[in-house]
């Protein structure tokens, strides 16, 4: 059956359904396509479900420490890993059913279930349907990439997606790669009670964050009992006695990574792969990437492509972001570009990773004639109290101009507090103006402008 619409969104990610409900709300009659759960990966796999178990993991983190708050101590304990994964299903479910629903309802939106796929540029087949429309919108998002590692295929082994469903705590968890998926996973299997091997082939954590955020990052790691295995060339894989077994190296006598459970947390695979793009014209790049402008507007007129799949951000905040520039740009006359974008992100360790902006090691790289702030968690009087006080704040400003280039928090609240220098940096503002701001006490953030008032040349 063949149906006509004035735009095909593909993909109820993080920038469909809100693309759908601009569209519409505008006018257009829209079929929003997608083929298995609603929410995508970030409310299914990605960054809901997870959130969820890290706060569990906190818990259970919290309860091990009780005597360093001068509670009673607790006896060390291994969750139950049944409850803690229905407590995250729960809120995964009600996040999915709340925007199917929303979607269902929508005036002047069909929703179409099944994978679409490309016969040509303005046609796109679903089972048994043809749509057509004139502008068609990529929301396809991406899965866990699987990569040839030697004997991968003898080896049973979970993904970021599959782990997800475990019922019982990992004796010995071995992650192979140390990407945010990878130590997130890490610290929290680690802290509900699972011993974790981490195996990674670069020399050292975060090659593209500056060094000493990879150090107070390695910090926390091991400080709860994680083993670390950096710089593992040749890895590969084999099942001994039942068992998951990570070779780490070519060499005979370096011993090996036995566990119980295996996590490949090796980077995504594109969702481009059987969309058929090259009956509408379109070519992916190598990674798999349909490559846009800054409007995100595809090689073919009249598509364009959105989230993860663009290759223009990996995140949440960043998907979501593409669709506000698409719709201020079809439907509001404002030109809103990728390019206005900072890049931010945070890992969500415990203390967590935050950062905005150009890394230390991207100023010297630039030669930027700049000025560094820094303060370690030690010196901040919330995080003291508290009782978490790994790590630091980091800040870079033009040496001539005053501007605001970057900042690093690893520590307690970072991943909030980032978010004052990430609004000065969006209003172009400087550190003379950050060291005016008050702050309320007692908060992390209120450390931020002593920080701006601490600045020294960057050596
Ligand atoms: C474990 C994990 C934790 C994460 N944590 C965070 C975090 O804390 N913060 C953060 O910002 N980001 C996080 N991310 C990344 C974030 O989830 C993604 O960047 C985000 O979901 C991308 O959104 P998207 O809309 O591009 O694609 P997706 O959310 O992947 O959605 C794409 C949708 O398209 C559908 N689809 C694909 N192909 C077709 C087709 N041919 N026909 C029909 N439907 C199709 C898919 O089924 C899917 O529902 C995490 C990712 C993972 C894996
Ligand atoms: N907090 C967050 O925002 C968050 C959390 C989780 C995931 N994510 C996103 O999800 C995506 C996937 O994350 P990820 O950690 O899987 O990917 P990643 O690309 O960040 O990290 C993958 C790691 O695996 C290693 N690796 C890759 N191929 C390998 C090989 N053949 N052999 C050995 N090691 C190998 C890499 O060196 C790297 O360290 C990313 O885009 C990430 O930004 C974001």
Known sequence: MNQSFDALIIGAGQAGPSLAGRLTAAGWKVALVERKNFGGTCVNTGCTPTKALIASAKAAHTVHKAAQYGL???????????????RKDAIVQASREGLEKWLRHMPGCTVVTGTARFLS??????????????????NVGGRPASRPLPGIEQVPYLTSSTILALQELPAHLIIVGAGAVGLEFAQMF???????????RNPRLLPHDDEDVAAAVQDILTSEGITLRLGAECISLALEDGQPVVHVSCAEDASPSRGSHLLLAMGRQLNTDDLGLEKAGLIA????YVPVDDELQTAVPGIWALGDCNGRGAYTHTAYN????VAANLLDHDPRRVSDRLPVSAIYLDPPFAKVGLTEAEVRAAGTPALVGKRPMTKVGRAVEKGETLGFMKVLVHAET?????ASIVGVGGDEAIHCIITAMYARQTAAFMRRNVFIHPTVAELIPTVFGELKPLA
């Open 190 to 200: 680690r802290r509900l009670g699972s011993e974790v091997t981490i195996v990674e």
């Open 72 to 86: 009673a101590p607790q006896a060390p304990f291994k969750a139950d890993l049944g409850p803690v994964q229905a």
């Open 285 to 288: 790049d190598a990674h798999g």
């Open 121 to 138: 540029a303005t046609t796109m087949q679903v089972g048994n349907e043809v749509l057509e429309a004139k502008h068609i919108f990529l």
């Open 322 to 325: 593409d669709f506000e520039i």
């Open 402 to 406: 005053d501007q605001i280039l970057g």
